[in-house]
Each structure stands twice: as structure tokens, then as C-alpha cells.
């Protein structure tokens, strides 16, 4: 049974940094990746990017260039999502999301972390 | 801004029929997804590539897509279909995905 769990709520101040993990079990962690999509209070889902944890390979859109890194540790199955330079705005739920086997024209996401909060305040 | 555009609510009575349209130049080319959320949780796939329908989803959905338009339909709504759908795909240079600005479907 394919799980992926999410690391608990944090709180920052402005300007620090914030790490997500996501621990994946019940199938091989290399072959799928990953992505992180955020939801701010009362708003809808923003995608924060990818990675492939099979070669470490990421993508992120351009909102989250130089701000966002997604790294992965495949000794544990785990992926890690870093957030910089937090603003009010970053407050969010953050999800890691499985996409699964598809074809070039169609991608969806078959199994999601629970979530993790993340606020940022002074 | 999203490149894919939603209506913000729809109603429908229970037991009848409802559309939910997802609009944006890149499903022309790529299929769309769609997600259930309910309040408090993540996110559940519900549909994908336009038509096929996840183990354990009822089949009162369906999907279909024409032209820039990806619709999934809810035949004989739940009280328990109440929730916010999303709409997803890649955006039109291929290389993101993007997500749809989402739909509150509200079930009287």
C-alpha cells in the first residue's frame, strides 16, 4: 500500500528558511517523482515543482526559481522540499504528491502526502 | 495567473446532474486530471486522461474533453460529492503543470 507521510507544522519568522519531507513506502521511491504543490488559506492548489528521484533531476515553475530546492534521500525513500526567503504569503499546506506511470500528454497525481502547515509570522 | 480557468461554484440538486469545465490552451494537447477536496484534506484524483476513472471512484463521474475544454460530469450527485474539484494539466510550453483555479460544487 503506497504511503507517503509528510513531516508536522512549522513556524518562522519572515525571511527564514523551511524544509517539508515526505517519506515514501509500499513501493519503489525511484521509479515515481514527485512533486510539491502548496494551498494558501481559503485559495486553491499552486504547483511548486518536481523532482525525479531516481536521478536527483528537478523543475520548478519560474514563480519558485532560486527560492525552492527539492532534494531527495533514496537511502530512506524520503524527498525534501526547501522553501527560502519566507514571506507572509508562503503561508501555506504544503503537499508532496506521487505522479503516476502516464504518457507524455497525460500526468496526474495517484497518491498525495497529508499535508504539512507552514505559517509565517512575526 | 492560472492558464486554467474554472467556474468558482456550481449547485446542483441532489440526485441530478453536473458539469464542471476546465478551460486553457494546453488541453488541446494534454490531457487534464481532476481532484476532489474536501475541507481539511488533501487532495483525491477522481479522473484522468479525459476519461479513465481511479479504483475505488464512483462511476457517477465521468470526463470528456473537447477542444480547449476538459469537463468532468457528476450523473445522480451525493450529498457527500459536496467538496472543491481541480482541474489539472501541463501548461502550454509542456514543461509545468499547472492547476485549475478550482470549482465549489454545493450539493441542496
Known amino acids: 500500500q503506497v504511503h507517503l507521510v509528510q513531516s508536522g507544522a512549522e513556524v518562522k519568522k519572515p525571511g527564514a528558511s523551511v524544509w517539508v519531507s515526505c517519506k515514501s513506502s509500499?513501493?519503489?521511491?525511484?521509479?515515481?517523482?514527485i512533486h510539491w504543490v502548496r494551498q494558501a488559506p481559503g485559495q486553491g492548489l499552486e504547483w511548486l515543482g518536481q523532482?525525479?528521484?531516481?536521478?536527483?533531476?528537478?523543475r520548478y515553475p519560474q514563480k519558485f526559481q532560486g527560492r525552492a530546492t527539492m532534494t531527495r534521500d533514496t537511502s530512506m525513500n524520503t524527498a525534501y522540499m526547501e522553501l527560502r526567503g519566507l514571506t507572509s504569503d508562503d503561508t501555506a499546506v504544503y503537499y508532496c504528491?506521487?505522479?503516476?506511470?502516464?504518457?507524455?500528454?497525460?500526468?496526474?497525481?495517484?497518491?498525495w502526502g497529508q499535508g504539512s502547515l507552514v505559517s509565517v509570522s512575526s | 495567473s492560472s492558464e486554467l480557468t474554472q467556474d468558482p461554484a456550481v449547485s446542483v440538486a441532489l440526485g441530478q446532474t453536473v458539469r464542471i469545465t476546465c478551460h486553457g490552451d494546453?488541453?488541446?494537447?494534454?490531457?487534464a486530471s481532476w481532484y476532489q477536496q474536501k475541507p481539511g484534506q488533501a487532495p483525491i484524483l477522481v479522473m484522468y486522461?479525459?476519461?479513465n476513472r481511479p479504483s475505488g471512484i464512483p462511476d457517477r463521474f465521468s470526463g470528456s474533453s473537447s477542444g480547449n475544454t476538459a469537463s468532468l460530469t457528476i450523473t445522480g450527485a451525493q450529498a457527500e460529492d459536496e467538496a472543491d474539484y481541480y482541474c489539472?494539466?501541463?501548461?502550454?510550453?509542456?514543461?509545468?503543470?499547472?492547476f485549475g483555479t478550482g470549482t465549489k460544487v454545493t450539493v441542496l
Open positions: 494546453s488541453l488541446r494537447i494534454y490531457y
Open positions: 509500499g513501493y519503489s521511491f525511484t521509479n515515481y517523482y
Open positions: 504528491a506521487r505522479l503516476a506511470f502516464g504518457s507524455r500528454i497525460s500526468s496526474h497525481f495517484d497518491h
Open positions: 486522461a479525459k476519461d
Open positions: 489539472n494539466s501541463r501548461d502550454s510550453s509542456g514543461y509545468h503543470l499547472v
Open positions: 523532482i525525479n528521484p531516481n536521478n536527483g533531476d528537478t
